[in-house]
C-alpha cells in the first residue's frame, strides 16, 4: 500500500491570545488618557513644556497603575485555581463515588454507551493527578494558567500603554506652542487610534471598519471633552 504523509491539522486559533488581550488592555487607554490629558492642558496653558511634564507624569502613573492591575488579575487567577485543585484533590480522596458519578456524568452528555462512561472513568480513576486534571478542565472548565502569566501581563500591559501614551505627546516635544502642537496630536492620534481600533475589532472577530472608527470616536470625544472643560476653566 502507498503512504499517505498528511499535514498535521494546525487550529486557525490565535495563540497569542493573552499577550494580544494585554496590548489591547494597555494600548487601549495609553492612546486615549494622554490624549485627553494633553488636549486639556492644550486648552488652558499656552506653554507645551507643561503638557510635556503633566503628560509624562501621567504616563508612569497610568502604564505603573495598569501593569499592576494586570498582575493583580494574573495572581487572582493563579490562586483561583490553586484553591479548585486542592478542592478537587479533597473531593477525589474524600468523596470518590461523587467524583466517579460526575465523571460518568460528562462522558455521558458527550453520548458515550453506559459501558464506554464505565470504561473510561475508570481507566481515568487510575491516576489521581490525572482525574484531577481532567475534572479541573472538563468539570470546571478551568485550564492550568501559566505560572509567570502575571509578571508578562504586568509588563505587556505597561509596556503597550507607555508605547500608546507617546503618540499623543510626541508633538509637544518638537513644538513649544501647545494649541500648535495639540492639531498635529490629534491627527496622529486618530489616525493611530482608527488604526488600533481596526486590528483590535479583526482579533475580537466585529466589524473592522465600524470597530476602527467607534475606538476613533471615543478617543475624539474624550479629548474635545477635555479640552472643552479646561477651556472654560481658563477663562
Not at 22 to 31: K, Q
Not at 149 to 173: D, E, H, Q, V
Not at 181 to 205: E, H
Request: proline share 3%; with cysteine; net charge negative.
Amino acid at each position: 500500500m502507498e503512504a499517505h504523509n498528511h499535514d498535521p491539522h494546525e487550529e486557525s486559533h490565535l495563540r497569542s491570545s493573552d499577550f494580544l488581550k494585554d496590548v489591547v488592555i494597555g494600548m487601549s487607554d495609553g492612546l486615549t488618557v494622554p490624549f485627553a490629558l494633553a488636549a486639556g492642558l492644550s486648552g488652558a496653558v499656552g506653554s507645551s513644556s507643561i503638557v510635556v511634564i503633566a503628560g509624562i507624569a501621567e504616563i508612569a502613573a497610568g502604564s505603573i497603575a495598569m501593569g499592576l492591575g494586570g498582575y493583580l488579575a494574573g495572581k487572582t487567577e493563579q490562586d483561583h485555581y490553586a484553591s479548585e485543585v486542592k478542592r478537587e484533590h479533597y473531593e477525589v480522596d474524600h468523596l470518590r463515588e461523587r467524583e466517579i458519578a460526575e465523571t460518568k456524568e460528562f462522558f455521558a452528555n458527550i453520548g458515550l454507551s453506559e459501558d464506554i462512561q464505565n470504561k473510561a472513568t475508570e481507566e481515568i480513576a487510575k491516576d489521581k493527578e490525572r482525574w484531577v486534571d481532567f475534572m479541573m478542565k472538563y468539570e470546571l472548565g478551568l485550564d492550568k494558567p501559566d505560572p509567570k502569566r502575571a509578571t508578562k501581563s504586568a509588563l505587556n500591559i505597561g509596556l503597550s500603554y507607555i508605547a500608546g501614551g507617546i503618540i499623543p505627546l510626541s508633538p509637544y516635544f518638537f513644538m513649544d506652542v501647545s494649541s500648535e502642537a495639540l492639531k498635529y496630536s490629534v491627527i496622529a492620534t486618530l489616525i493611530c487610534l482608527f488604526i488600533f481600533g481596526y486590528f483590535k475589532s479583526r482579533i475580537t472577530g466585529v466589524n473592522a471598519w465600524w470597530g476602527a472608527i467607534r475606538v476613533m470616536l471615543i478617543g475624539a470625544v474624550a479629548a474635545a471633552a477635555a479640552f472643552g472643560v479646561a477651556s472654560l476653566f481658563e477663562r
